[in-house]
RNA sequence: GCGCCCUUAGCUCAGUCGGAUAGAGCGACAGCCUUCUAAGCUGUGGGUCGGGGGUUCGAAUCCCUCAGGGCGCGCCA
């Protein structure tokens, strides 16, 4: 059962104090009504909105009702002080003794403080990466990774019954030419005298992925299946002898060098499923089928879109979805004029694959680039799931990688890109993780190299980890003066806090009590780049806390004669490491206990 | 031409379903190490929140409009 947070224990206070004061007062206004951390301590612990959002109702002025509201809570077992504010907020100020009483829930609860009910159990399923099984992953599929392990970690932690799933593209075109690269490896490792530019003479669509990582899978190949995969007569052979073989092996080497990719990078899919595996068991066809004895697909012709009609337009007959029903601004193809089922299709068969699996919610976590697919998806698992908002996709804008101030072309022909794995190398998972996930996911960023690589001092990351690293520290000190019965989380939540009373320790515990509903919020709003920015809030809070004992001996967390404001100074010590460890496990960053 | 995202301090970015005097880092300037890790702390300076209009008790936040940047726009995945 998580612990309550202590602003959901306030609110219902309000919540009951309005009920006495203005009886059935109406539920959508109550729905308003929020107790929230106030901006500057001079106001309070928190404050409440309530007289503000009921006043226009009950035809009172803002400023009469809050006073009322004021001298009610004022009686409240928790309020020390209750005063009427500015337009019409109520500034609450709490006894200390329950902030206080904090530290010891935290200790209590361990890393399961922050734990919510939000998510009911709800199953979810989280989708990410899903970088196409063509190469290796470079920057541009970071961003993704990261912010979708994070989202994962976030709704676990609001109570949600998370799965993390990666999709393999490896039905389409792109896999077909991957195979083609792969066979050319193939030819090479045979010692071919075909020359290079004679073999993409042969390919379809010309030869694409000429990186050297294709060469261990054509020597593989060689290895495996000697020359039987060439042809005595035919340079090179048709592909019908070869291209199944082939790209079976090439989707497998690729697949096993991105799971060693996100492995790198903390990331541990529960389920990959694939869309060839998908596509063969019939489900494609099977939900064209439902779709269309729905009556949402019809034989069509689409106009050409406005002011920017392609060249090789002409109009053709298709299998048309009716997204328009569902929201989106066209209807779209569900399958070509040649009649083959478009990527669409197989994308429907996919999520409606995971509504059958049982998730009641789909979370896509996809690049900008795929922005233009996020309505007509929407429309097809609304027509599919029967209702609204199952289905919501968290967009994550480009990464402009830039090194010396200018931005880094990526081209996978000319090699230019940078790899995941050169990136991790250079500056670590922690920082890459953490830098990812200090900006909104929908606005663009800037990922400076030489900052994130030369001045990695500079980093966010090492301001929050060696937070933790001093908290730890100090109960390393304490453990080795005084015993672990002194440090143990379960004496120290039985200490008596009441020593904790300077500005810097209050504030220290005013952040520590709203990680619970910062957990919510980000989870509500899908935004887990808000976990890492509570995060150097409260490392800030607790270095300044640090500097204080730096300045005063008698502010420092140790003091051999004085047990009690020790005890009590390692209880808050102890909470902050706690609720470290337990922001950075959302984000995958490491907790180190020492910055050496 | 249309759709979606973005525009906040010199730079990179936060800003809690609209809330009180808009914040942080870097950069600049001035200070703090005989003491639990100075990868830290304290102070100073720096903003017409892209422009304009609207909604409201209240707008960086919501709506309209204009400008600028990004992504995308039938049979690619």
Redesign the pocket.
């Known amino acids: 059962m998580p612990h309550p947070d202590l602003f959901a224990t306030l609110r219902a206070r309000v919540l009951a104090t309005l009920e006495s004061l203005l009886p059935g007062a109406d539920t959508a206004a109550l ?2 009504v ?1 107790v ?5 301590e ?3 612990d928190m ?1 409440t ?1 309530a007289a ?2 009921l006043a ?1 109702e009950a035809k009172r002025k ?1 400023a009469e009702l809050a006073a009322e509201l004021a001298a009610a809570l004022a009686a409240a077992p928790e309020i020390a002080a209750a005063a009427p ?5 109520v ?1 609450l100020r709490l006894h200390p003794a329950v902030l206080r009483g904090e530290i010891s829930a935290i200790l209590r609860a361990g890393e399961s403080y922050g734990e919510s009910g939000l998510g009911a159990g709800i199953p979810v399923n989280v989708e990410y990466v899903s970088a ?1 099984p063509t190469g290796p992953m470079h920057v541009g599929h970071c961003r993704g990774a990261v912010v979708g392990d994070a989202l994962a970690n976030l709704l676990a932690r609001a109570g949600y019954a998370v799965t993390k799933e990666y999709y393999i ?1 490896d ?4 896999v077909d030419a991957l195979a083609w690269a792969a066979y050319w490896r193939y030819l090479q490792a045979l010692d071919t005298p075909l020359d290079e530019a004679a073999f993409d003479a042969q390919v379809p669509g010309g030869l694409q992925y000429r990186g050297d990582y294709l060469i261990a899978v054509g020597e593989a190949l060689l290895a495996r299946h000697g020359d039987r995969l060439a042809a005595p007569g035919a340079m090179p052979a048709g592909p019908a002898h070869w291209l199944a073989t082939v790209r079976a092996a090439a989707v497998a080497a690729m697949m096993a060098a991105i799971r060693e990719d996100l492995a790198l990078l903390g990331v541990d899919p529960d389920v990959f499923t694939s ?1 060839r595996a998908l596509v063969g068991s019939g489900a494609v066809d099977a939900v064209i089928a439902r779709l269309g004895a729905a009556g949402l697909l019809y034989e069509g ?2 106009e ?5 009609t ?1 060249e ?5 007959a ?1 299998t048309l979805f009716r997204a328009t029903q569902f929201g989106d ?1 066209v209807d779209r ?1 569900l399958r ?3 009649g ?1 089922n ?3 299709a197989n994308d429907i068969a996919y999520h409606a694959d995971k509504l059958d699996r049982g998730f009641a919610h789909l979370i896509d976590v996809w690049g ?8 007509r998806l929407k429309a097809a698992v609304k027509a599919l799931a029967g209702r609204e908002g199952a289905f919501e996709v968290v ?1 994550c ?2 990464v402009r990688v830039m090194r010396a101030g200018q931005p880094v072309k990526m081209s996978k022909r000319a090699g230019t890109y940078v790899t995941l794995r050169d990136l991790i190398d250079e500056v670590g998972r922690d920082a890459v993780r953490f830098t990812m996930l ?3 996911s ?5 990922f400076d190299l030489d900052a994130v690589m030369a001045q ?3 980093n ?1 990351v ?2 929050v980890q ?1 937070a933790h ?2 908290a730890r ?2 109960l390393r ?1 304490a453990e080795a003066e005084w015993g672990a019965a002194a440090v143990a989380a379960a004496a120290l939540a039985g200490a008596d806090l009441g020593s904790l009373q300077s500005d810097a320790e209050m504030a220290l515990i005013r952040r520590l009590i ?1 990680w619970p ?2 957990v919510e ?1 980000a989870a509500a709003a899908r ?1 887990p ?2 976990i890492a ?1 509570f995060l ?1 809030d409260l490392a ?1 809070d607790f ?2 806390l ?2 204080r ?3 005063d ?1 008698r ?4 003091i051999a004669d004085r047990p009690e404001e020790t005890s009590a100074r390692l209880a808050l010590v102890a909470a902050t490491a706690i609720v470290v460890r337990s922001g950075l496990g959302v984000l995958g960053v490491t907790p180190v ?4």
Do not use: C
């Not at 504010?85 to 907020?89: E, L, M, T, Y």
């Not at 900008?368 to 309505?375: N, R, S, T």
């Not at 206990?593 to 050496?596: G, L, N, Q, S, V």
């Open positions: 729905a308003r929020e929230s951390p106030t901006r500057e001079a106001h309070g404050a909105n503000l959002v226009r803002p504010a500015g337009p019409g907020f500034n196409n593209n039905a389409g075109a792109q869309e012709v689409l050409p879109p406005k002011g920017r392609p090789d337009w002409e109009p053709r298709q601004d193809p070509k004029s040649d083959s478009t990527y669409f900008a680039d795929h922005g233009g697919y996020v309505a967009l804008q480009i200090t900006r909104k929908d606005a663009q960023m800037e990695s001092r500079e966010p090492f301001y060696y690293a001093r520290s100090v000190h709203a509903r910062t919020a935004e780049h808000r920015f150097y800030a270095h300044m640090w500097n004992g730096r300045e001996a502010m420092r967390f140790l206990e020492e910055m050496r």
